[in-house]
C-alpha cells in the first residue's frame, strides 16, 4: 500500500497564487463586456466634429454691385461761332480756367474798320435828325417870306396886265397870240406865288413827323448795325462759359478756323457725376434725391441721386443712373475712373444658409453634405450623406438645397477625413 505524501506549505501557496491571478482575469474579461466598457471604446473610435442645425429659409437679402464711370457734369468742345484766323491764344493743356476769360482771339481788324465806317454813318444820321428836331433857322424862313412877298408882287402885275390885255383883245387891239401869252404868264405867276407860299407855310409849321419818324429809324438801323458787329467782334473772343479745366488743345496760332471747329475740349472740374448702368427693375426703385455710397477706387464718396435717364441703353439693357458727387471728390478723383454702388435686394427664394467648409463636391456636378444621424444622449451618431444644389453664393456661405431637411445636423469641418457611415461625435457650433 502505497503512502500519501503531506503537501508542503510552499505548494500550498504556489496554488492559491495561481487561483487568485485566475479569478483576476475572468473579471477583467467579464468587465471588458460589459455595456459601459463597448461605450467607451465607441468613445475612443469615434471622430469628434462640429455641426449646425439645418434651418430653411424663404427669402434672403442679396447685395449686388454695379459699376460704372466717372465724368464731369459740364463737358464743352469749345469752338468759335465765325470763320477767321487764329492770332493769340491765352491758355495751354491743363490749365485751370475761371468763368468768363479769353481763351483764345481770331483777327479782328477788318471788323474794327467796319465799325469805324459804322459809327460815322450814325453820327452823320444822327445830326440830321437833331436838325429835324430843332426845324428850320430864323434866317430861311425870313429868305422864305420875301420870296413869298416877291411872288405876290409878280402875280399881281401879271394879274393887273392881263386884264389890260384882255380888255385890248376884246376891242381887237392885240392878236390871241398876244392874249394868251399874257394868259400863262398870269397862271405862271400865280403857280410860283403859290409855290413859294407853301414853302414858307412848311417852314413855320416845322419838319413834318413822318420825317422825323424816318429819319429816327435810320439812326435806328445804323445802331443795329452797330450791335451786329459788337457780337461779330464778341464771337471773335473765344470765353470760357464756366470753371474748368483745359482738357485738349487743338489748335496753334496762325490756323484758318472755320465755324465751329473745336479748338479746345473743356472740362468742368468743380462738379463731379457717376453714371452707372442698372437693370430696369433696379432702377425703378431708384428715386431723385436719394443718398447713395460711391466706392472709387480704395476710397467711398457720398453721392445724391440727380436723375435717372428715361431711355433704356440698346447695348447694355439698362437704365443710366447720374449721382452728383459730393465737393470733396473733386479734389482727388478725375473723369474716366471707375465707380461702384452696391445695392440690396429681396431674393425670394427657399433654401438653407451652410458654410462653403461643409460642402464636399459629388456627382454630376452636384455637391453634397454629411449630417449626423441616429444622434444618441452621448452626441454620437452616424454620417449620413446627403445631395445638395448651390443657389446662392454669399462670402464663406452658400445657400442650397436638395435631400436636406430642417433641424438636419449639418457637419461644417473635416468633412475630408470622413465618410458616410462613419461614427462621428458632435459638438454644436
Not at 6 to 16: F, H, L, N
Not at 73 to 89: D, Y
Not at 269 to 274: D, R
Amino acid at each position: 500500500m502505497t503512502n500519501r505524501q503531506k503537501p508542503t506549505r510552499r505548494s500550498i501557496v504556489w496554488s492559491a497564487s495561481v487561483i487568485f491571478i485566475a479569478a483576476v482575469a475572468v473579471g477583467i474579461a467579464a468587465a471588458a463586456n460589459s455595456p459601459q466598457s463597448e461605450q467607451g471604446a465607441a468613445e475612443k473610435k469615434s471622430v469628434p466634429v462640429n455641426f449646425i442645425v439645418a434651418k430653411q429659409v424663404s427669402e434672403f437679402e442679396d447685395v449686388k454691385a454695379y459699376t460704372g464711370t466717372i465724368a464731369a457734369e459740364r463737358v464743352s468742345e469749345l469752338a468759335f461761332a465765325r470763320a477767321g484766323r487764329l492770332t493769340k491764344i491765352f491758355v495751354d493743356e491743363g490749365e485751370d480756367v475761371y468763368q468768363g476769360k479769353c481763351l483764345a482771339q481770331l483777327d479782328i481788324r477788318h471788323l474794327e474798320a467796319q465799325r469805324s465806317e459804322l459809327q460815322a454813318q450814325r453820327a452823320q444820321a444822327a445830326a440830321l435828325l437833331e436838325e429835324y428836331l430843332a426845324g428850320p433857322r430864323k434866317e430861311t424862313i425870313s429868305a422864305a417870306r420875301a420870296d413869298v412877298t416877291d411872288m405876290r408882287s409878280q402875280f399881281e402885275h401879271a394879274q393887273a396886265s392881263h386884264q389890260r390885255n384882255e380888255d385890248l383883245y376884246r376891242r381887237k387891239v392885240i392878236s390871241k397870240e398876244d392874249f394868251d401869252r399874257s394868259n400863262f404868264g398870269l397862271r405862271s405867276a400865280k403857280a410860283k406865288y403859290e409855290s413859294t407860299q407853301r414853302k414858307l407855310d412848311e417852314l413855320l409849321a416845322g419838319t413834318r413827323k413822318e420825317k422825323i419818324t424816318a429819319q429816327r429809324a435810320a439812326v435806328s438801323r445804323l445802331d443795329a448795325a452797330l450791335k451786329d458787329l459788337a457780337v461779330d467782334v464778341d464771337d471773335a473772343h473765344l470765353i470760357a462759359p464756366f470753371e474748368g479745366r483745359i482738357a485738349i488743345r487743338h489748335m496753334d496760332e496762325g490756323t484758318y478756323v472755320s465755324p465751329n471747329t473745336s479748338v479746345f475740349r473743356y472740362v468742368e472740374i468743380a462738379s463731379l457725376e457717376a453714371r452707372i448702368g442698372l437693370p430696369v427693375d433696379i432702377a425703378r426703385t431708384i428715386h431723385t434725391g436719394m443718398q447713395q455710397d460711391v466706392v472709387i477706387g480704395d476710397r467711398t464718396y457720398s453721392a445724391t441721386v440727380k436723375t435717372v435717364l428715361p431711355e433704356l441703353d440698346i447695348t447694355t439693357r439698362t437704365r443710366t443712373v447720374v449721382l452728383a458727387l459730393d465737393a470733396e471728390a473733386a479734389e482727388t478723383v478725375v473723369p474716366g475712373e471707375v465707380a461702384r454702388i452696391s445695392i440690396p435686394e429681396t431674393v425670394r427664394m427657399a433654401g438653407y444658409w451652410l458654410p462653403t467648409a461643409a460642402l464636399s463636391r459629388s456627382s454630376r456636378g452636384l455637391w453634397s453634405v454629411l449630417v449626423i444621424d441616429n444622434l444618441d444622449d452621448s452626441g454620437t451618431g452616424t454620417a449620413e450623406q446627403r445631395e445638395i444644389e448651390i443657389l446662392h453664393a454669399e462670402g464663406e456661405r452658400m445657400l442650397v438645397r436638395g435631400t436636406l431637411q430642417p433641424g438636419d445636423r449639418v457637419i461644417t469641418g473635416g468633412t475630408h477625413r470622413i465618410v458616410a457611415g462613419q461614427t462621428v461625435r458632435g459638438m454644436i457650433q
